[in-house]
């Protein structure tokens, strides 16, 4: 009855009511019922009273909850792939065919896992990209209008252990071409966990913790969160951009890493608010001048694009 009310108000609406039972003349319009899909926003998860997730003092991620739903309480502790420290020291030189890229990575002598994987995330296309004995390229990836991200991993099983890259030992060269001229590029690595991630080599996730928790663990072990951060060289500037606007850019990145002084970030920022590549070109040569290592090289690449 209720079907059929609705189909004569839709029949009203478009120009005619249709009655139930009554013949409709030839050539009148008629009527077409298309079904409305509803679509709802799924609930977000309930977080328990004591669900909770951080990093400890270890650099390890603490979870500690409730099951559910018996409600006993439990707390586990996951080895990150953090406990490294990667260097990178970089070089580039210019061709007739754009920019071939180099690099060597130590792992420093503080680090307690060696480095298994490091990926980059660079800008313009990647033409080629080549590793060294026991490591392979194994995905340029895009990742947007101009950005790629090249992961680069030890290709050899876990019980080998020639050529690992524990601390203080170096890997390289790796090399990369691209048409795009160099900038700071952002470069993540991960460390080798032996066994299981686990303190007690059981898996929390086969427990019945909450979809809150389950979901935080999963956010704080992805890739990008779960690894180790520095900057380096690589491809970033394409071919052709007015040198000012890049350089405005490298200043402004480079202001917020702590790889710069203070001092020497709150001279970016000035000179990234001048108006001039005379200006700018001034304020970069005062910076050079008592700079050293990565701030030197950076300094000397801004000063060759304003040339």
């Known amino acids: 009855m209720r079907l059929r009310l609705l189909l004569a108000l839709a029949g009203a609406a478009a120009g005619g009511l249709v009655i139930a039972g009554q013949q409709q003349p030839?050539?009148?319009?008629?009527?077409?019922?298309?079904?409305?899909?509803?679509?709802?926003?799924?609930?977000?998860?309930?977080?328990?009273?004591?669900?909770t997730v951080y990093i400890d003092r270890d650099g390890n991620l603490?979870?500690?909850?409730?099951?559910v739903p018996e409600g006993h309480p439990f707390t586990f502790r996951i080895t990150r792939h953090v406990h490294i420290e990667p260097?990178?020291?970089?070089?580039?030189?210019?061709?007739?065919?754009?920019?071939?890229?180099?690099?060597?990575?130590?792992?420093?002598?503080?680090?307690?896992?060696?480095?298994?994987?490091?990926?980059?995330?660079?800008?313009?296309?990647?033409?080629?990209?080549?590793?060294?004995?026991?490591?392979?390229?194994?995905?340029?990836?895009?990742?947007?209008?101009?950005?790629?991200?090249i992961y680069i991993g030890r290709m050899a099983a876990d019980s080998d252990e020639r050529e690992r890259l524990v601390a203080c030992a170096e890997a390289g060269p790796f090399i990369v071409r691209s048409a795009w001229r160099p900038g700071l590029v952002t470069l993540r690595a991960m460390g080798h966990i032996p066994g299981s991630p686990f303190e007690d080599g059981k898996d929390p996730f086969a427990a019945n913790i909450s979809d809150w928790l389950r979901g935080e663990i999963n956010k704080a072990l992805m890739p990008d969160n779960d690894s180790v951060a520095v900057y380096t060289f690589g491809p970033k500037i394409p071919p052709g951009l007015p040198a000012f606007q890049p350089v405005h850019g490298e200043l402004l990145l480079a202001a917020r890493l702590p790889a710069f002084s203070l001092r020497e970030r709150k001279a970016m920022l000035a000179a990234a608010n001048l108006r001039t590549t005379e200006e700018m070109r001034a304020a970069l040569q005062s910076l050079a001048a008592n700079a050293a290592g990565v701030p030197a090289e950076f300094y000397a690449l801004l000063l060759s694009y304003l040339k």
């Open 26 to 51: 030839e050539g009148a319009r008629k009527l077409k019922v298309v079904p409305r899909m509803v679509r709802t926003r799924p609930e977000a998860p309930t977080r328990g009273a004591s669900d």
């Open 87 to 149: 260097r990178v020291a970089s070089s580039f030189r210019e061709s007739a065919q754009g920019y071939e890229y180099q690099y060597r990575i130590v792992n420093g002598a503080g680090a307690k896992q060696w480095i298994q994987m490091f990926w980059m995330d660079v800008h313009g296309p990647v033409e080629h990209a080549d590793a060294p004995p026991y490591w392979h390229v194994y995905n340029a990836e895009p990742r947007g209008h101009s950005q790629s991200r």
């Open 62 to 67: 603490v979870v500690e909850g409730t099951g």
